[in-house]
């Protein structure tokens, strides 16, 4: 069984500010796999990015980048220059041995104000 | 199509009434998932079928939810006998293989609201 947890229900930003969201998790695992999903208003979740529970590089990917630390259980997400269009909620998942059974997060509800 | 399609998009049904609910996954993944997502929460897994077996219900709420994925392609979420609380959005999901960590990706999902 796994846990997500978003500490963070809202953030509020002005446009070109960059803006962290922070995630910890909890798993009995040894190996599983941490996910952030971006859901805009329309409804449909959007893949951003995963990482495997055997691989702690972070990498920057265009305006995104994480910071996974299994010391702390952590798999911070961070949006450089934000814009308007990041407008969304943030989720973070987790996925374990099984098939593909995602436990997620309550989400971080993202505002970015011109 | 290029991903997961779901219809309809928006259902409004009476107490007691019977959905049902489509999932068009991208075409060749092997596997299929059920989301529920009620207002303000994070989606809760349903269901999961491999091919057209239904490996895993664990998450259906009671006995009046029902899903099939008859041909291993095209799934239906079926919910009898509706109530209020089964007012949330449906997120149907596929992946290309069942294997653990493949990305899974995600359909707009079907609003349901029982009034």
């Known amino acids: 069984a796994q846990k997500v947890t978003q500490a963070q229900t809202e953030i509020s930003v002005v446009e070109k500010e960059d803006v962290t969201l922070d995630c910890v998790y909890e798993?009995?695992?040894?190996?599983?796999?941490l996910f952030w999903y971006k859901q805009p208003p329309s409804g449909e979740l959007v893949f951003l990015i995963r990482r495997n529970s055997f691989d702690e590089q972070n990498e920057i990917s265009g305006r995104y980048s994480w910071n996974f630390q299994k010391s702390t259980s952590s798999f911070n997400f961070t949006i450089t220059a934000s814009q308007v269009v990041d407008s969304a909620v943030y989720f973070c998942v987790a996925g374990g041995t099984s098939y593909g059974k995602l436990t997620f997060g309550q989400g971080t509800i993202l505002t970015v104000h011109p | 199509g290029a991903g997961v399609s779901q219809s309809p998009r928006y259902k409004v049904a009476k107490r007691g009434q019977d959905v049902a609910l489509r999932c068009d996954p991208i075409s060749g993944h092997v596997s299929l998932f059920w989301y529920q997502q009620a207002l303000g929460q994070g989606p809760e897994f349903l269901t999961y079928?491999?091919?057209?077996?239904?490996?895993?219900k664990s998450g259906l709420p009671s006995d009046r939810f029902f899903a099939e994925r008859p041909e291993g392609s095209v799934s239906t979420l079926k919910i009898q006998r509706t109530q209020q609380e089964d007012s949330a959005v449906y997120l149907c999901?596929?992946?290309?293989?069942?294997?653990?960590?493949?990305?899974?990706?995600f359909g707009e999902g079907s609003w349901l609201t029982v009034v």
């Open positions: 798993t009995r695992d040894t190996t599983y796999y």
């Open positions: 999901a596929s992946s290309q293989r069942g294997r653990v960590g493949n990305t899974i990706y």
């Open positions: 079928f491999q091919n057209e077996a239904q490996l895993d």
